[in-house]
């Protein structure tokens, strides 16, 4: 699309489309991320697997978050703050956007 044609769109669509371009970009990243969670546990599982791990997963399983001892929520805790780390980092991406980037 040539700069006339870019120019005679409403900024409302344009700031949608690049909106989704970024969105699409966050669940990238946060799908990497969960790729990268999966890959650590699977890891683990293989090295730690015995009958007793297993009844221990099982168990925490059905173990509400609220439940878990403070050493397995800062487990769960440390992947929360680097899904958050991510989305800071697009929120910053989106905030310094301006029309003239567009």
């Not at 969960?34 to 007793?52: D, G, R």
């Amino acid at each position: 699309m040539d700069k006339a044609n870019v120019e005679s769109v409403p900024l409302p669509i344009i700031e949608s489309l690049a909106n989704l371009s970024k969105k699409a970009e966050l669940i990238e990243k946060l799908a990497a991320l969960e790729h990268e969670q999966w890959a650590h546990w699977t890891i683990y599982f293989f090295k730690e697997m015995s009958p007793a791990a297993i009844l221990r997963w099982k168990k925490q399983c059905r173990t509400p978050y609220d439940k878990l001892s403070e050493r397995e929520k800062e487990s769960d805790r440390k992947w929360a703050r680097k899904v958050l780390a991510i989305i800071d980092d697009k929120n910053s991406e989106l905030n310094s956007l301006t029309t003239r980037d567009l």
